[in-house]
């Protein structure tokens, strides 16, 4: 059985698991693979309710829970445990994903040499990360999950999952995501690639023992980022043209905010390299595209947008149950912030999964 949230734990317990080599599917191997993860709740006698949680771009493990010694900011998802995934019936799993920098190994982790990987940090997939997964999963003993969910890049996770391991996964929650990366998803990752990597610190992505880190351009990275992920209605009715007594906007400052915020808590080499394993998303790849991946899909399949999502805007969200019609209908989160209203809404996210699982 495996270990989980018992009374007492801290709450969002981080813990440590070495799955050893890890085949990559552009090719070669990284070894010495180790993943960060966090639990709530047990695997019951039948091993039937596992539930995997897969997060978003600059998520982690750390689900729910406040901040605390080595885990810098409250839990992303605040709320959705014990609210709407009760541990007293689910044992949620949620992992750090390969590439990140919270515990798991990313181009800021040691490689066998005992510097940072930097620039020789492989170029890795979202099929890369969810085979990290499933060898975290084979660690904790889970033979099946109930449920695999994800949103914007956990949701790319949450839909690989199923199709590289069809007879592991029950259902699968994807919200405000996509089955491949746009053209337009692709051009604005663009910017945010170059305002990293042009940044004098970056040093080619060796900047691991300078003392320095490219973090003004991973805070132009963000600002971009975070426009995307909010709606131009929120912006307009929220902030407006109000400017503020420095002669800047007040959405500039807003701007400037979530940018040094993101600096004190994440890595810009994991950033890089998770964008680019986003870029990479395409269930079609190698399956014959969309249409024919999605056609021997076994589990169950549910498909949540953000109705004011722009980066991840809901036709894609219908192109998906469009391909698969078992897994209609379209649900709608009805929001004004945008893409992040996938976070923002719990209530109509978290009402939703409830009823998932226990429909």
């Not at 801290?10 to 070894?31: D, I, K, M, N």
């Not at 996770?157 to 998803?185: F, K, M, N």
């Amino acid at each position: 059985m495996a270990g989980g949230w018992r009374a007492g734990d801290p709450a969002g317990a981080r813990r440590f698991v070495t799955v050893g080599e890890l085949p990559l599917e552009y090719g070669g191997s990284l070894p010495g693979v180790t993943i960060a993860y966090e639990t709530w709740g047990r695997l019951n006698a039948a091993a039937d309710n596992a539930v995997l949680i897969c997060h978003a771009l600059t998520g982690d493990a750390h689900v729910v829970g406040p901040a605390g010694p080595g885990q810098p900011t409250p839990g992303w998802w605040d709320g959705l445990i014990p609210a709407y995934l009760n541990p007293d019936d689910w044992y949620v799993v949620a992992a750090n994903v390969l590439g990140g920098c919270q515990g798991s190994t990313g181009p800021s982790s040691p490689a066998p040499d005992g510097r940072a990987w930097g620039s020789r940090f492989p170029a890795i997939t979202i099929r890369d990360q969810v085979a990290a997964e499933a060898a975290l999963t084979d660690a904790l003993g889970i033979d099946h999950w109930a449920a695999v969910i994800g949103g914007s890049m956990g949701g790319m996770r949450a839909l690989e999952w199923p199709l590289l391991h069809p007879d592991r996964v029950a259902t699968a929650v994807v919200l405000a995501s996509t089955g491949y990366a746009t053209a337009e998803q692709i051009a604005w990752c663009a910017p945010q690639l170059a305002a990293i990597e042009s940044d004098p610190h970056w040093h080619g992505g060796d900047y691991y023992d300078t003392g320095e880190a490219p973090l003004t351009g991973l805070g132009i990275a963000r600002r971009i980022a975070h426009v995307t992920y909010r709606s131009e209605y929120e912006l307009a009715t929220r902030f407006g043209r109000n400017p503020q007594g420095d002669g800047r906007f007040a959405v500039e400052s807003y701007l400037d905010h979530h940018a040094t915020k993101l600096s004190t808590r994440f890595d810009a080499g994991s950033y890089v390299v998770l964008t680019r394993a986003m870029n990479s998303h395409d269930i079609g790849r190698d399956r014959g595209g969309l249409v024919q991946a999605l056609d021997g899909l076994r589990a169950r399949l549910v498909v949540a947008a953000v109705d004011s999502d722009r980066l991840y805007p809901p036709r894609l969200s219908a192109e998906l149950v469009d391909a698969h019609p078992p897994s209609g209908p379209l649900h709608l989160v009805k929001s004004p912030y945008g893409h992040d209203g996938f976070l923002l809404e719990l209530d109509q996210v978290g009402r939703l999964i409830a009823e998932v699982l226990t429909g």
